[in-house]
């Protein structure tokens, strides 16, 4: 077959679906299907099998993850919540990087500096409340919530306010 210069994988859809949706998959399959590093012999020789599984060429190891790659954004959070357990300081990172996956991939790009990371370390301290963990994690869900659906009413206050605005000076 032809190679193409542009187009990359997406070449096999010709001029069909449209320019933006072919850019997209030609992105996640670039990664897709490079070798990926094996967690359990360390080689770069992991490629995917089928959506969500992923074998080793050198040690035969199989193993499951994010559909497209090895791992995800929200997988490596839950797995490092699971690990420490520390449910409290990260539920809110990972209501956070589901909400920048739902808005696209110049998110990702701007997540990749490191930014969001930093802000939710300094959310620590609160391990020091006393109580169950059980307690303590529904706390922390409801905390992060609540400060999410604070953030949304500031905005919307903030759109109402510039709308009356407007109209004041349209009269
Ligand atoms: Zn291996």
């Known amino acids: 077959m032809h190679k193409t210069k542009k187009v990359k ?3 096999r859809f010709g001029s069909r679906y449209g320019r933006g949706i072919r850019d997209r998959v030609v992105n996640v399959e670039e990664k897709q299907r490079r070798f990926h590093e094996c967690p359990s012999c360390g080689f770069n ?4 099998v089928s959506t969500g599984l ?8 199989v193993f499951t993850g994010g ?7 929200g997988g490596t959070i839950v ?11 990260m539920v809110k990172e990972l209501i956070e990087a589901r909400e920048e ?12 500096k490191g930014k969001t990371a930093e802000g939710t370390d300094g ?11 059980e307690e303590n994690e529904a706390a922390a869900v409801e905390q992060a919530s609540e400060e ?3 953030k949304e009413e500031k905005e919307e206050a903030n759109l109402e306010g510039a709308f009356e605005e407007t109209k004041e000076e349209g009269a």
Do not use: D, H, I, W
């Open 101 to 112: 996956t739902a808005m696209g991939m110049l998110e990702k790009k701007q997540r990749k």
């Open 67 to 73: 559909a497209y790659y090895p791992s995800t954004m």
């Open 54 to 61: 992923f074998r080793c060429r050198k040690c035969n190891a």
């Open 9 to 11: 994988s997406a070449g």
């Open 45 to 48: 020789k992991v490629k995917r």
């Open 79 to 89: 797995k490092k919540m699971v690990s420490q357990r520390k449910f409290l300081p």
């Open 123 to 133: 959310q620590k301290p609160k391990k020091k409340k006393k109580g169950s963990p």
């Open 148 to 150: 999410v659906a604070e």
